[in-house]
């Protein structure tokens, strides 16, 4: 059966968005074109990862761009999306690798998701027979994702300013506090 490819080239809104309590999130990726919209599972340490690469690629592309750079500073007020996933926000698979790009002719980002596999250690995986997510992104559309990316992630539980581990809702046994709850 041949790779379903979920394209998106320049979608109306690609986001990264969470459904759950904090310390409960479930971390979606989802990319809506017209009606149709995509969603695929991840991880919050996945969400991280690719605002940050996100984020150093474009910089990359502004500082070799010198002063014509096809890619804002950073995000544009007018590109804010604040908006809450569209629901039902079912997952087509949980992401194992991502893949990111510079395409210099279009002057566009390239995002793919894959998802997991089983290979044998040391195994080189071949992505040309997986299912995908393609997202086809300007740079103003890519500093929207690094900002809201960041937000998405920061939006977590406090952390403990005794141990660094995050805080339950009704406080926790802290390590630094010997034993005691806060």
Not at 2 to 23: L, N, S
Not at 53 to 82: C, F, K, M, Q
Not at 116 to 140: F, K, P, Y
Not at 147 to 159: I, N, Q, T
């Amino acid at each position: 059966m041949p790779p379903i490819i979920y394209q998106h080239d320049h979608p109306d809104r690609f986001v990264a968005g969470t459904i759950g309590m904090p310390g409960e999130r479930q971390f979606f990726l989802q990319a809506k074109s017209g009606r149709t919209v995509n969603s695929v599972a991840l991880e919050k340490q996945q969400v991280q990862a690719l605002a940050e690469r996100i984020d150093e690629l474009l910089d990359v592309v502004v500082r070799r761009a010198g002063g014509d750079s096809p890619v804002p500073a950073a995000a544009r007020e007018a590109d804010r999306d604040n908006a809450e996933l569209d629901m039902p926000a079912t997952a087509e698979f949980q992401v194992g690798t991502m893949s990111l790009a510079w395409d210099t002719e279009e002057n566009t980002l390239v995002i793919e998701c894959f998802p997991i596999t089983e290979t044998e250690e040391g195994e080189e995986e071949d992505t040309s027979e997986l299912d995908r997510l393609r997202v086809v992104l300007d740079g103003a559309q890519g500093r929207e994702f690094v900002r809201r990316s960041k937000e998405v992630v920061a939006a977590g539980r406090p952390d403990c300013p005794f141990c660094s581990r995050p805080l339950e809702p009704g406080g926790h046994i802290c390590p630094r506090a010997n034993g005691v709850k806060r």
